[in-house]
């Protein structure tokens, strides 16, 4: 029963920076595995970023170099910080977590809107 509450979209214009936090409940979060996913609208759904139980990040190719994706296991809470921020960043942002067995939770999503 994992859940995951996903907050800190907004709307900036182009160049701004927001930080994501996804705050995480139900389970022992410093065995999970996270990711950052966007959805652009009339797109599918798209892998951002991921950060290993170990704290190792990887990103897409269209977001490296411009975001950060962290955690914080006492806290709960996965962070994503987006610099240089694009108008093709525009989405829907989700969190994602998968435990050791592969068992994966989504939350609701946050928008992000950047403006031109």
């Known amino acids: 029963q994992v859940q995951l509450v996903e907050s800190g979209g907004g709307l900036v214009q182009a160049g701004g920076s927001l930080r994501l936090s996804c705050s995480f409940s139900?389970?022992?979060?410093?065995?999970?595995?996270m990711a950052w996913y966007r959805q652009a609208p009339g797109k599918q759904r798209e892998w951002v970023a991921s950060?290993?139980?170990?704290?190792?990040?990887n990103y897409s190719d269209s977001v490296k170099g411009r975001f950060t994706i962290s955690r914080d296991n006492a806290r709960n809470t996965v962070y994503l910080q987006m610099n240089s921020l694009k108008p093709e960043d525009t989405a829907v942002f989700y969190c994602?977590?998968?435990?050791?067995?592969?068992?994966?939770?989504w939350g609701k999503g946050t928008l992000v809107t950047v403006s031109s």
């Open positions: 950060i290993t139980s170990g704290g190792s990040p």
């Open positions: 139900g389970s022992t979060i410093a065995i999970y595995a």
């Open positions: 994602n977590s998968r435990n050791p067995y592969g068992a994966t939770s």
